[in-house]
């Protein structure tokens, strides 16, 4: 395919000062089952070209769907008169050198293929994985499901680029929910879709898989008959799998520049972070390392270069506390004269690469996790997202979970349901006050991270240990 596109792209005939040329092909199956029976059955195939054309400083955009030249040519026409059109509104203008020539490849490391087992087996795995939710008779629905995903990518340009990453990924998720009169409550394996990672069939069926699957039921009936989370401030300790949407929504997307910029005002608006604030601002406690990181082995938005061609490298986006970059593309980099990160990322070849998060993890500390709880007085360990508000600067929010234990003088007591919390972001990361080591320390991700207008729903990793966090106000469902 390189080859094929290195000759298209010396083939058009326009007067442009750069042109790239990026191909995909997604190929996906989902697989669903409710109650022991199958839901969805589903297999889709899309591909096509995104031609990128820098002209008088701008940048136009168009795609196809077909590989022959006249329909590269055309689409080729349409992004040269966008971006001519484009230049007589120019805001800033971007150059070559925001399009760097690199070379190389990149392929998701796995053990088993993801076509080792037959739709069919796949099926037959989701229907006992029903059938083992169904710990008792006060589960009333169980499910579970797979996403599977291969994704190739080929990117060539005019100034030499070439290209080539594979990505497969799997998404499980299987949940219970259980009622007794009026209280319902539904658990899950760490919340919805959380299990995704870059590999083979390996990630579906591992060795903890059935009892992990079985404290899922268990846990949707203990919820039942637990005691309402109390509305305090006090000690919170987050497990990973909360890390994931506390990561996400208060330090991800508030830092990508093109929010700061004010050009997406999508999906919860703005950010609260502005260009004077790097290299100053105080984001959290002395603790608090978050990393840019595409280069953690299956980790589900691991890559070597963005999708403008850009290499991407592990960067500190805040180091003990301080906001040191932001999530940039090299033009939004530009334009605010502020150290951003490779991750141009678009979700298909029909959408134009955004600024987008991708593998943001937080760093782990010393202490393990009987270390942490038992330095604890008095508390509430949460775990598994449920429920998120946020504000549109991403400022104040407002996080539920599924489920919670009470920390009493050192040690994990009752459970509790309705677990909730809020806070604002600054205030909240300050108070950051013990965190896990590298056992504690797990992966987590999301498949479907929106963004952007027409919308864009792509794929990110967060990677965290547990995090205690001090006088968080929290509270239970009838607060």
């Not at 991750?343 to 593998?359: E, Y």
């Not at 010393?366 to 600067?393: K, P």
């Not at 013990?434 to 990110?460: A, F, H, M």
Request: net charge negative.
């Amino acid at each position: 395919m390189i080859s094929e596109l290195s000759k298209a792209i010396a083939a058009l005939d326009l007067p442009a000062d750069w042109l790239g040329l990026r191909a995909v092909k997604d190929t996906s199956s989902t697989y669903a089952v409710r109650d022991g029976k199958p839901e969805t059955n589903g297999k889709s195939l899309t591909q096509g070209v995104m031609v990128e054309v820098l002209v008088n400083g701008q940048l136009g955009y168009g795609a196809t769907n077909s590989l022959k030249l006249e329909s590269l040519q055309a689409a080729a026409k349409t992004a040269y008169q966008q971006a001519l059109t484009a230049s007589q509104w120019s805001i800033h203008p971007t150059t070559v050198a925001e399009r760097p020539k690199v070379v190389g490849q990149y392929s998701s490391p796995f053990l088993k293929p993801l076509q080792s087992l037959t739709a069919g087996e796949i099926n037959e795995v989701l229907v006992k994985l029903c059938q083992t939710l169904k710990v008792s008779d006060q589960i009333v629905q169980t499910s579970a499901a797979a996403h599977i995903r291969e994704i190739e990518t080929w990117f060539v340009s005019s100034n030499g680029s070439e290209v080539y990453q594979k990505f497969l990924t799997l998404a499980t998720d299987y949940a219970a929910t259980a009622q007794a009169g009026p209280v319902v409550q539904r658990r899950s394996h760490n919340g919805w879709l959380a299990h995704c990672h870059q590999g083979g069939m390996e990630l579906f069926l591992t060795p903890e898989l059935w009892a992990e699957v079985k404290q899922v039921g268990e846990q949707a009936v203990e919820l039942l008959s637990a005691e309402e989370c109390p509305t305090t401030a006090t000690t919170l300790v987050l497990d990973p799998d909360q890390m994931l949407l506390q990561i996400h929504e208060s330090v991800g997307h508030p830092l990508e520049l093109d929010r700061i910029l004010g050009d997406e005002r999508n999906y919860a608006g703005g950010s609260f972070v502005k260009p004077k604030d790097f290299g100053e601002l105080v984001y959290g406690s002395p603790l608090m390392n978050i990393t840019f990181d595409p280069t953690v082995p299956g980790e589900f938005s691991s890559y070597s270069f963005d999708d403008t061609g850009v290499p991407a490298t592990r960067e500190y986006v805040i180091r003990d506390g301080v906001l040191e970059r932001g999530l940039g593309s090299l033009e939004s980099q530009a334009r605010l004269g502020l150290p951003g990160v490779a991750c141009a990322r678009a979700t298909s070849w029909n959408r134009p690469a955004i600024d987008r998060m991708a593998n943001l993890n937080l760093e782990p500390g010393n202490a393990s996790f009987e270390e942490m709880i038992g330095n604890i007085e008095h508390g509430v360990y949460m775990q598994s997202n449920r429920s998120w508000s946020i504000d549109d600067q991403r400022h104040k929010f407002q996080f539920g979970c599924e489920y919670a234990k009470l920390i009493e003088n050192g040690q994990l007591t009752k459970t509790l349901r309705n677990p909730n919390y809020r806070g604002t972001t600054p205030q909240f990361w300050r108070s950051l006050s013990q965190l896990g080591d590298r056992s504690t320390w797990k992966l987590y991700g999301s498949p479907v991270c929106g963004k952007g207008e027409p919308n864009q729903t792509i794929w990110v990793g967060h990677a965290a240990p547990v995090c205690a966090f001090t006088n968080i106000e929290v509270f239970g469902g009838g607060a």
